[in-house]
C-alpha cells in the first residue's frame, strides 16, 4: 500500500505534470492520493498514545477506512454498527443461487475516485465496466418517453433532438461553468486556479436550483430540451430529480467526471469494507504482524448499535450501546449518517457548536428505490430476427421504472436484471409497495416498450429490493445540498479541523459521504474518513511527516470559501 513516487512536493498553485480527471476538489483541493501512497505513510503519533481506543461509530466504508487507517497509525478503533459491515455497499444475494450479488446501494464507481480504488487495488478486488445507458460496455439502449421507443447502440442512433440535447448541455457547461478551464486546472491540480474558478462560482450560484440555471442558459430557452434532458440526461440517465437541487451539487459531479465511465466491483461492492476489515496491514505501527480490525474486536465482530453519545469529564466521549455496554474513549469518529443523531441516538447538546447542529439539522437527503430480479439467462442477448436488435435493452423511459439495467453474469450463469432504479420523488412512488407488488408494477410498464417479451417467464428467484429513505439507520440515500446550504456544508466538512473550536466541543469527529462535498460517490465517504484521521491524529498528539502533509496541515492554503453569513 506504499509507493516510491514522490508526492506533495509540490506547493499550492505551482505548476505540476497533467494527469488524467479526478476527484480532487474543487471545494477543497487536496490530492488525498497522494497522501494515501507516500512512503513514509499518514503520521506518527507519541509513544504514549499508541493502543488508546477511538470509538468509530458506524461500519459503513467511511468508518472502516476510518478504523483501518487508524489501526494502521497504531491506534485501537472500536467500532460500532447496527446491522452489517458495508453501511450502503450492500450486496444481497439470492436465495439457492449462490454467487449472484445485487447492489442495493453502490453500485457503479468512477475511475476518478483515486483515494477509493487506492483500496479497491491493495485488496486485490477485480472489476469490470458497468452498463450506463449508451456506454461502450452497453450491447444497446433503448430511450422511451411518451409512449415512442427509440433504439440505439449510440447517441447518433437517436433522433436529431437528442444531440441537440447533448450539445446544449455541454454548451451550458462551457458557457455558465467554465468546464474546459476547470478540468484542465484539475488535471494539472492547479490548486490556484481550481479555486479562483470555483470560489466565484459559488458565491454566484449557491442561490441557484440545478433547474434554474438550465433554465436561464440560452441554449435551453426550449422546454423541450430541459424536459427530455431531466428525463434522460446523459452519463446515468435522467437528472430531473436533481432538478429542485443546487447546482453546485451537479457542478462537483460533472468537473470530476463522476458520471462517466463507470466500474463495478466484481462480486459485489461490500466486499471492500469487509476486506479492509479482515486485512492485516504489511506496515503498522504497535501492533504485531497480521493484526486485523477483526481481530482486535471480540468474536470478530463490530459492538452493536450506538444509543447514546455524550461528553464526560475531563474531555472524553462515553457511547453507550444497545447492548448497555458503555465505553468512555478520548476521541470518537461518528460516520453514520447524520440524522441518526437528531433521532436514533440520544445525544448531548454539548456535542456540537450550534451552528454545526443547525448544518446537520438542515441536511437534504435524497431517498432511492432499487429492485433486482434474477432471471435463468441473459435472454436480452437474444436477437430478433425480424428487426436484427436485441430482444431487451438497457431502458430509460418517463415510465414508474425510469431506469432498467441487464447485468450479465458471465457464460452459463443466471442473468440480473435491476428493473428499476429511482430516486426522489420516484422513489416515494414505490413506498408503500412489498417487493412482489413493485416487480408486478415494473413488469407492467416494460411490457408496454417489450411487448413481445415475457419477462417474468424467465424470473427464477424471489426480488430484492431497497427504499433507503425507510431504512431506520439511514432515512435516505445520499445528502443533496439544496440552494443555500452551501454554508451548511462547510460547516459539516470542515469540522475536522477544531484548533478553533471551544475545547468542550472537541474530539468528536465527523465523517462519511454526507459530510463531504461528493456526497452519493464513495470517494466523498473515503475523503472524509482521512480528514478525520488526521483530526485525531492531531488531537492526540501525532504528526505527519514533513514530506507527506495531510489535509489539515495544508488547509488553510486550501479551504473552502467562506461565505458571509
Not at 374 to 394: C, H, I
Request: glycine residues 10%; negative net charge; proline residues 7%.
Amino acid at each position: 500500500m506504499t509507493s516510491a513516487i514522490p508526492v506533495n512536493a509540490y506547493e499550492p498553485g505551482q505548476e505540476r505534470p497533467a494527469r488524467s480527471l479526478t476527484m480532487f476538489g474543487p471545494d477543497f483541493p487536496f490530492a488525498y492520493d497522494d497522501w494515501l501512497a507516500h512512503p513514509a505513510g499518514l503520521g506518527r503519533l507519541p509513544e504514549a498514545a499508541l493502543g488508546t481506543e477511538v470509538a468509530v461509530i458506524g461500519g459503513g466504508l467511511s468508518g472502516i477506512v476510518t478504523a483501518y487507517e487508524l489501526m494502521r497509525l497504531g491506534l485501537r478503533p472500536v467500532v460500532y454498527e447496527a446491522h452489517e459491515i458495508g453501511g450502503r455497499l450492500r450486496s444481497v444475494g439470492f436465495d439457492g443461487h449462490p454467487g449472484v450479488v445485487a447492489e442495493m446501494g453502490a453500485m457503479r464507481f468512477p475511475p476518478t475516485s483515486t483515494a477509493l480504488f487506492h483500496y479497491v487495488r491493495a485488496l486485490g478486488l477485480a472489476t469490470e465496466r458497468f452498463p450506463n445507458p449508451l456506454d461502450v460496455a452497453t450491447p444497446s439502449t433503448v430511450v422511451d418517453l411518451k409512449g415512442e421507443t427509440h433504439y440505439a447502440r449510440t447517441l447518433d442512433d437517436l433522433p436529431p433532438v437528442y444531440r441537440e440535447v447533448a450539445d446544449a448541455w455541454h454548451q451550458t457547461l462551457v458557457e455558465g461553468a467554465r468546464l474546459a478551464e476547470m478540468q484542465d486546472a484539475i488535471r494539472t491540480r492547479d490548486v490556484v486556479t481550481i479555486k479562483k474558478l470555483w470560489d466565484e462560482l459559488v458565491e454566484r450560484l449557491d442561490d441557484t436550483t440545478f433547474y434554474g440555471f438550465l433554465a436561464a442558459s440560452p441554449a435551453f430557452r426550449s422546454f423541450r430540451h430541459r424536459e427530455i434532458f431531466g428525463q434522460v440526461g446523459f452519463g446515468t440517465g435522467g437528472w430531473d430529480t436533481d432538478y429542485p437541487n443546487s447546482i453546485l451539487e451537479i457542478l462537483r459531479v460533472v468537473y470530476t467526471a463522476a458520471d462517466d465511465d463507470h466500474l463495478s466491483i466484481v462480486g459485489g461492492s461490500q466486499q471492500l469494507p469487509v476486506g479492509l476489515w479482515h486485512a492485516a496491514p504489511a506496515d503498522p505501527a504497535h501492533w504485531p504482524a497480521g493484526t486485523t480490525l477483526a481481530s482486535l474486536h471480540p468474536g470478530g465482530r463490530p459492538l452493536p448499535r450506538v444509543t447514546r453519545l455524550h461528553r464526560t469529564a475531563p474531555h472524553h466521549l462515553t457511547v453507550t450501546a444497545g447492548d448497555g455496554s458503555i465505553r468512555t474513549y478520548p476521541a470518537a469518529v461518528f460516520t453514520a449518517q447524520s440524522w441518526m443523531l437528531l433521532s436514533r441516538i440520544s445525544c448531548d447538546e454539548d456535542l456540537f457548536p450550534i451552528d454545526h447542529w443547525t448544518a446537520i439539522e438542515r441536511t437534504h437527503y435524497m431517498g432511492s428505490t432499487k429492485l433486482f430480479c434474477l432471471v435463468d439467462r441473459p435472454f436480452w442477448q437474444d436477437v430478433d430476427p425480424a428487426t436484427g436488435r436485441d430482444r431487451m435493452s438497457m431502458t430509460l423511459t418517463d415510465r414508474m421504472t425510469r431506469g432498467t439495467y441487464l447485468l450479465d453474469q458471465g457464460k452459463g450463469r443466471p442473468g440480473l436484471i435491476c428493473l428499476s432504479y429511482t430516486w426522489a420523488d420516484d422513489s416515494l412512488k414505490w413506498l408503500p409497495l412489498s417487493a412482489q407488488d413493485r416487480m408486478e408494477v415494473m413488469l407492467a410498464s416494460l411490457r408496454q416498450i417489450y411487448p413481445d417479451v415475457d419477462l417474468r417467464r424467465h424470473v427464477i428467484a424471489s426480488p430484492v429490493t431497497v427504499s433507503w429513505e425507510s431504512e431506520p439507520d439511514f432515512m435516505g440515500a445520499f445528502k443533496a445540498n439544496l440552494p443555500g446550504h452551501y454554508r451548511y456544508q462547510r460547516r459539516l466538512f470542515t469540522h475536522f479541523m477544531q484548533d478553533e473550536l471551544p475545547e468542550r466541543f472537541r474530539g468528536l469527529f465527523l465523517a462519511g459521504d454526507d459530510i463531504s462535498w461528493t456526497a452519493g460517490w464513495a470517494e466523498g465517504a473515503v475523503q472524509t474518513a482521512l480528514n478525520a484521521v488526521w483530526g485525531v491524529l492531531h488531537h492526540l498528539g501525532g504528526r505527519t511527516h514533513p514530506g507527506n502533509p495531510g489535509p489539515g496541515d495544508l488547509f488553510q492554503d486550501l479551504a473552502p470559501v467562506r461565505l458571509p453569513e
